[in-house]
């Protein structure tokens, strides 16, 4: 199926973006020609919805604040072949974007990702680059090596993906999930460098280095809890065991030396200990068999869609 055939939809969540949307709008008009664009509005207190629609955009609204509700909005209700997901504040490359399709299509991926390439200074500041590097960093030491990008707001996806990706999220931690679905089931995916600009004039960004980045940390941790268990609370395990240990050898001790047990609540503590550590590990195992049914049925959910090649 060619790249004009096929149904490919636009989607844009914007909130606050008056300079930026009817430059974003018209860029992809006019890189993908035959594309549905789609604005969703989250709740702007300036004409986006407005400017959007002028600039030929269908506009639509999620009134629940934060990016996750507005992508979990545009996934359910946005039918197509091809999804691409773009932030509404024109820093990112609209002439990239039938590259990384044809990328998608060619290879048979189910992501790709923009890898920004910054084109100024201004356009990443030096706070949120760091930023990335950590968290891309830790990502990759919890789900395996992927992603140089993982908080990239400019995204390809096939339909397999979307229509079987569970949304979760609530806001800009939205990204790290997208990267870690990927992860989980083992999905074909790619990184395509593409220009990263300046914000325009008017436009700012809505992120916070410290408070959105403890949110993803947050989310990673919750996802590594969910998604590796028996790792996760196996290590929780171990390391109250070995507290237990280290409080109890003192009081061993003693007891060969004297035969006494001078420090009774030491030794109840210690003895709590392990037997929560056990508890820990024993939760861990029975967990990873539930969470090994939930990815089971994920990714028969995601089966249950064609491949694109197919439609």
């Known amino acids: 199926m060619t790249l004009q055939a096929m149904r490919i939809a636009v989607l844009v969540p914007c909130f606050n973006e008056e300079a930026a949307v009817a430059t974003v709008v018209g860029d992809f008009r006019k890189a993908l020609p035959s594309a549905q664009i789609y604005v969703y509005d989250n709740n702007s207190s300036d004409r986006t919805a407005a400017v959007a629609r002028e600039a030929g955009a269908e506009v639509r609204s999620e009134y629940r604040q934060g990016k996750g509700h507005v992508v979990r909005r545009m996934f359910a209700d946005v039918d197509a072949d091809v999804y691409v997901l773009v932030d509404g504040d024109a820093t990112y490359d609209a002439p990239s974007a039938p590259r990384m399709i044809d990328v998608l299509l060619s290879e048979h991926l189910d992501m790709v990702v923009g890898l920004r390439v910054d084109q100024s200074e201004a356009a990443y500041r030096r706070g949120h680059r760091?930023?990335?590097?950590?968290?891309?960093?830790?990502l990759s030491q919890v789900f395996g090596k992927a992603f140089k990008d993982i908080l990239s707001g400019y995204r390809v996806f096939s339909r397999r993906f979307v229509k079987s990706f569970p949304v979760l999220s609530d806001g800009f931690e939205i990204e790290t999930e997208l990267s870690v679905h990927a992860l989980e089931l083992a999905l074909p995916v790619a990184e395509v460098e593409t220009p990263y600009y300046a914000r325009p004039e008017g436009s700012f960004s809505k992120l916070n280095t410290w408070r959105d980045g403890l949110r993803i940390i947050g989310t990673i941790l919750k996802l590594y809890r969910s998604e590796k268990p028996l790792r996760?609370?196996?290590?929780?395990?171990?390391?109250?065991a070995l507290l237990s240990i280290a409080l109890a050898v003192p009081i061993v001790v003693t007891y060969l030396e004297t035969g006494l047990v001078p420090r009774l609540p030491t030794a109840v503590l210690s003895m709590g200990l392990m037997i929560v550590a056990l508890l820990s590990a024993s939760s861990g195992l029975v967990l990873d068999t539930v969470t090994r049914g939930r990815r089971e049925m994920k990714l028969l959910a995601y089966l249950s869609q064609p491949p694109a090649s197919t439609k």
Request: hydrophobic letters at 60%; aromatic letters at 28%.
């Open 130 to 138: 760091t930023g990335n590097w950590m968290l891309t960093s830790f």
């Open 232 to 240: 996760f609370f196996t290590a929780i395990g171990i390391f109250l």
